[in-house]
């Protein structure tokens, strides 16, 4: 009974905690700017919080730690590039969206390519939302969840039952925030649950599995690792590792850069702040956070490798099987509340996301241009409601995916991000390539990864062919730009949203984010402690 009262206690405090902090605001909720960017009055600390929370989910603490127990620490690219390219987001990206005053990313590709452009973007934004994003989210939730608290055995139903039966909680109460909270109530849900995910990811599940591999001590845990799996410390991979060390520079920082710099459902946080200095404030502490990543997101696989041997039934089970077997009773429901925490706000987050572009790019410019706020909110939380069941409905059958989710995974983003990313890149640092550019690129980019990836299967890492139509891409698009340039020169509108002042230490804090991922590599290399 502890660890479902423990459970109970949190997540009812975190409840209570952003009813509170929004019930205020309840009149505003009418407002679209309150619901869709909440009301542009975010902090640095709840963006900060927020982005980390709609970013971290089981899809990593299952996904990436899966990767750790059957390989190394290569992943942790994906957390530390991402550091990097939050760098880049704080001092370039982000002042460009907010002296636009943008509400939405395709919002900003309307304003460099048009109409066309920006429904072509924001069908493929809610294709990869409502395929590619939602359902698994939910589905390696109910697998972190229903291992911890053994729903088959409590309930006496199969696997697949209890997949069914947590998937079914999370997206109802995941639903509730985004379709009755806004982007407000998920702020602030954020930040409490990011608390107790620090003390609980970061620091509790590592340390107490250290202990228990070291029989009490955490240096004598440590130091097995060292000696006996020296091979799964290193983050240097090779061509049959999951992430080679040369796909830093290619695919996987394209990626990254679309996820954290024009992904709506992680941009939309900064677009709601204050100012430029507290958006750029917020942004650059999730990148100093993101450092923290390969410590709670591959270490506790390695640990569970050592702890349970090589013989579990997959990857997956691995994190869960840790957490029950190294966390006191009592922090067990703790933890479970606070992984519940960070399910639901990948989750919601993303659900509200997906409401607000189907309501401000699809449905108010195409369906109603006479919308009045009212109509608007209204809009966005039925579709998000229809959206939500629709996942909770499909991501079941995740359980017969191929084996590897995680890759697997970033393989289909590559499907619809990467493309994306390439008109943009080239949107912003030319002001002449038309529309018709941009179309043709989305197209000949996504023809060409579907046909290399799943019809000719060329013997080349999935990251580095993104980089290399990345590249081919941008070219077509230059070249169509130079033979049939738009007759208008791109200039930016500025708004005055907000204001524009950058933070006085961005630049310095970005260095120490950039001193901090070349010392990570260091350290968890040949050179370092993987001998």
């Excluded at 109460?173 to 109530?185: E, S, T």
């Excluded at 013989?311 to 933890?335: C, K, Q, S, W």
């Excluded at 060409?448 to 990345?470: E, M, Q, R």
Aim: aromatic share 14%.
């Amino acid at each position: 009974m502890i660890i479902p009262i423990s459970f109970a206690l949190v997540t009812g405090a975190v409840a209570l905690g952003s009813w509170y902090k929004v019930r205020s605001k309840k009149r505003e909720q009418e407002s679209a700017t309150s619901y869709f960017l909440a009301g542009r009055g975010l902090t640095g600390v709840l963006i900060a919080s927020s982005l980390m929370l709609t970013n971290l989910s089981t899809e990593q603490l299952v996904g990436l730690n899966a990767q750790g127990y059957t390989a190394n620490m290569t992943p942790m690219a994906w957390e530390v590039c991402a550091a990097l390219t939050l760098v880049v987001v704080a001092l370039y990206l982000l002042p460009k969206y907010l002296s636009g005053g943008v509400t939405t990313i395709p919002e900003f590709i309307e304003g460099r390519f048009g109409k066309s452009t920006m429904y072509f973007c924001t069908f493929l934004f809610l294709f990869g939302y409502v395929l590619n994003l939602l359902p698994p989210i939910l589905y390696t939730g109910s697998v972190a969840l229903g291992g911890i608290f053994d729903i088959s055995g409590i309930f006496q139903v199969s696997y697949w039952g209890s997949i069914w039966i947590m998937v079914v909680s999370i997206g109802l109460v995941g639903a509730c925030y985004a379709v009755f909270g806004g982007l407000k109530a998920i702020a602030y849900s954020d930040t409490f649950n990011g608390v107790g995910l620090l003390v609980g990811g970061v620091v509790l599940i590592p340390l107490f599995g250290l202990s228990a591999l070291g029989e009490g001590s955490v240096v004598a845990g440590f130091q097995h690792l060292m000696t006996e799996h020296p091979e799964k410390l290193n983050a240097i991979g090779g061509k049959d590792d999951p992430v080679p060390f040369s796909t830093f520079f290619t695919g996987m920082l394209i990626l990254n850069l679309f996820y954290w710099g024009t992904n709506q459902s992680i941009i939309q946080r900064a677009l709601g702040a204050q100012n430029l200095a507290e958006g750029q404030k917020g942004v650059l502490w999730a990148g100093m956070l993101k450092l923290l990543g390969p410590f709670f997101l591959l270490i506790p696989g390695i640990i569970a490798y050592a702890m349970f041997g090589p013989d579990l039934p997959n990857g997956e089970v691995a994190y869960p099987m840790l957490v029950r077997e190294v966390l006191p009773t009592p922090l067990i429901g703790f933890f479970a509340a606070v992984l519940f925490g960070a399910i639901l706000s990948s989750f919601n987050s993303v659900l509200h996301s997906t409401s607000t572009l189907f309501t401000l790019n699809v449905y108010k410019p195409l369906i109603n241009k006479n919308a009045n706020d009212r109509d608007l909110v209204r809009t966005g939380k039925m579709f998000g409601a229809v959206v939500g069941l629709f996942a909770i409905l499909v991501a079941p059958f995740i359980f017969y995916a191929p084996e590897g989710f995680y890759q697997y995974f970033q393989t289909i983003n590559s499907f619809y991000m990467a493309p994306m990313f390439t008109i943009i890149v080239v949107g912003l640092v030319t002001k002449r390539v038309p529309a018709m550019a941009a179309n043709i690129g989305i197209v000949v980019f996504m023809l060409a990864y579907a046909l290399t990836s799943f019809v000719f299967k060329p013997d080349i890492h999935f990251l580095h062919l993104t980089g290399i139509l990345f590249l081919a891409t941008a070219a077509l698009m230059l070249v169509i730009g130079h033979f049939f340039p738009q007759k208008e020169v791109y200039e930016p509108e500025a708004k005055d949203e907000v204001e524009l002042t950058p933070w006085k230490h961005a630049k310095r804090f970005s260095g120490v984010i950039c001193i901090g991922v070349i010392a990570l590599y260091v350290i968890f290399s040949p050179l370092g402690i993987a001998q």
